[in-house]
T-cell receptor, first 114, second 112 residues
Framework: DGGITQSPKYLFRKEGQNVTLSCEQNLNHDAMYWYRQDPGQGLRLIYYSQIVNDFQKGDIAEGYSVSREKKESFPLTVTSAQKNPTAFYLC?????????????FGPGTRLTVT | KQEVTQIPAALSVPEGENLVLNCSFTDSAIYNLQWFRQDPGKGLTSLLLIQSSQREQTSGRLNASLDKSSGRSTLYIAASQPGDSATYLCAVRGVRNTPLVFGKGTRLSVIA
């Protein structure tokens, strides 16, 4: 069954702790993305990767880090430097490159930091 | 920088009504526009993708149109049902940047 998996669905952390969100895809897609969604804000791009071992900052990269060691995996670390980490995080993937193509999303991880 | 706007932000209609959701974008240099549906607490489900060379796409009761030169798209939902209640988002992929740029969405409620 092809798709994008994100784990866990809910995550709770204390302020000051780093936390890593998992994203795995078996669609053989080259490109992967992380978005953050807050009420009334829409989706904002955090980081994206168009190929293994390469990634670019999105609009709100401060306080986040990523790695892309495998084509299937694009984990996101929310560091203690992120001022307002509580949000709904969405991972996506696509074939990548130039041209028109669909982007697909995972089910999301809701992170709560207290 | 590409900006995507969706109007209205929220819409409530009685069951059976036909309705139109609007999406506008500022930079017409796009590869495609994609419409998504999002249920509360869930990820996004792709509904329709329109390539920049196309004028419309249809899937069941959904029809999306694209007027690239004026920077506008509409999503038409025919004979709305309570199960259509969700947030609908549009997003564009520009030729200058790979990731999709999203509007803030229209929250639709279909009342039985």
């Amino acid at each position: 069954d092809g798709g994008i998996t994100q784990s866990p669905k809910y995550l709770f952390r204390k302020e000051g702790q780093n936390v890593t969100l998992s994203c795995e895809q078996n669609l053989n897609h080259d490109a992967m993305y992380w978005y953050r969604q807050d009420p009334g804000q829409g989706l904002r791009l955090i980081y994206y990767s168009q190929i293994v071992n390469d990634f670019q900052k999105g609009d709100i990269a401060e306080g986040y880090s990523v790695s892309r060691e495998k084509k299937e995996s694009f984990p996101l670390t929310v560091t203690s430097a992120q001022k307002n980490p509580t949000a709904f995080y969405l991972c996506a993937s696509s074939i990548g490159g130039q041209g028109a193509y669909e982007q697909y999303f995972g089910p999301g991880t809701r992170l709560t930091v207290t | 920088k590409q900006e995507v706007t969706q109007i209205p932000a929220a819409l409530s209609v009685p069951e059976g009504e036909n309705l139109v959701l609007n999406c506008s974008f500022t930079d017409s240099a796009i590869y495609n526009l994609q419409w998504f549906r999002q249920d509360p607490g869930k990820g996004l489900t792709s509904l329709l993708l329109i390539q920049s060379s196309q004028r419309e796409q249809t899937s069941g009761r959904l029809n999306a149109s694209l007027d690239k030169s004026s920077g506008r798209s509409t999503l038409y939902i025919a004979a709305s049902q309570p199960g259509d209640s969700a947030t609908y988002l549009c997003a564009v992929r520009g030729v200058r940047n790979t990731p999709l740029v999203f509007g803030k969405g229209t929250r639709l409620s279909v009342i039985a």
